[in-house]
């Protein structure tokens, strides 16, 4: 697909000549990020060769998510926080649901199960529903007749800190201590000698870079087209912003999976969400008290929280016994493609 790289400077060409035309732009960043994605997934694939699949999946979902926390303080900026936290939520069950599910259909065809550590994914699923008892509290206390907004906001904060102190531990758990959980079972023999680290590390930064620029031009573009369809600012933050977000780990997570490396997959898949939930969004409120008109506080739309609970909770069901199949992949995305349907037909008010 590099020759889909023509679309690169199309893109940025359309932005700056005909800012008018958003869906013509839509579609040639949409597009120039696909060979992008690939890069990024070749890169991740070998890091992970040397370096395991826990840091393979994890410096993946970093990069990956860098394009989601420089859209997202652009919006803080601009005051869009109920944009923020659509695309936060639609990026957790994006990556549970989408990614993950994509990934077990795909390696599962042609095969009649899969396998990962079991110990490892449920650390990671115990991890994601800690991010969801996170978002309900908060919600759960502004409904509460006697919460001020300043109140709000300092609860959101104190937990914040709890979260990033939560995650830091956990990548201590999952690189130092317990690494062994998250290596994964790709045999020594299939490794070849392999891209040198800086080489992979270097093209894998060079085409997150790209994606940043190319997903700020796609997001600029993506509402007032999907807004002359007639979706709604949530659906399209839940949904479309967040499966373009998306766009690197997906082709990463297929292409591990079609190779038989889960673990892989799911370090990529699971651990994303993970990062999301316990470090994009508690750094987002923490910046927004200094960036944007108002600060921002972690009380997500009812619907919202639902629905990354919901997440987590079907993903502990299909990850506990270290297997995976095609229908499992099925399950979880049935289960993103209701989702899509309730907030297609039953649009959320976004708060104010």
């Known amino acids: 697909m590099t020759w889909l790289l023509v679309f690169f400077p199309i893109a940025i060409a ?137 109140s709000l906001i300092r609860l959101s904060v104190s937990i914040s800190i709890v979260l990033l102190v939560v995650y830091a531990l956990y990548l201590v758990f999952a690189l130092v201590t317990h690494s062994a959980l998250f290596t994964g079972a790709y045999h020594e023999e299939e490794k070849g000698t392999g891209v040198p680290v800086g080489r992979s590390a270097a093209v894998l930064a060079g085409a997150t870079a790209g994606i940043v620029w190319m997903s700020e031009i796609l997001v600029g573009a993506i509402e007032p087209t999907a807004h002359e369809f007639g979706l709604s600012n949530v659906f399209v933050g839940v949904f479309v912003v967040a499966i373009l977000g998306n766009a690197a780990e997906h082709a990463t997570a297929i292409t591990a999976a079609l190779k038989d490396r889960m673990d892989l997959a799911l370090s990529i898949a699971i651990g994303s969400s993970i990062q999301v939930a316990l470090f994009v969004a508690p750094v987002l409120v923490l910046a927004s008290l200094f960036v944007g008109p108002a600060p921002m506080d972690l009380a997500f739309p009812a619907g919202l929280v639902l629905m990354v609970l919901l997440s987590a909770v079907i993903m502990s069901q299909v990850a506990e016994d270290g297997r995976s199949d095609w229908l499992k992949g099925v399950q979880l995305l049935a289960v993103y493609l209701v989702f899509g349907l309730a907030f297609f037909f039953l649009p959320t008010q976004a708060p104010a």
Do not use: C, Y
């Open 14 to 150: 359309l932005e700056f000549l005909a800012p008018e035309r958003p869906l013509l732009i839509f579609i040639a960043s949409s597009l120039a990020i696909l060979p992008l994605a690939g890069w990024m997934g070749r890169a991740t694939e070998q890091l992970a060769d040397r370096m395991g699949e826990g840091v393979g999946g994890l410096l993946n979902a970093t990069f990956g998510n860098a394009a989601e926390l420089i859209i997202a303080l652009a919006a803080l900026h601009a005051g869009l926080q109920d944009v923020v936290k659509a695309s936060i939520a639609g990026s957790i069950v994006g990556n549970v649901l989408l990614v993950l599910g994509g990934a077990m259909l795909a390696g599962g065809l042609g095969r009649s199960e899969q396998h990962f550590n079991a110990a490892g994914a449920r650390a990671q699923a115990t991890m994601l529903l800690l991010a969801a008892i996170a978002l309900v509290l908060p919600a759960a206390f502004q409904v509460a007749e006697n919460t001020s907004a300043q």
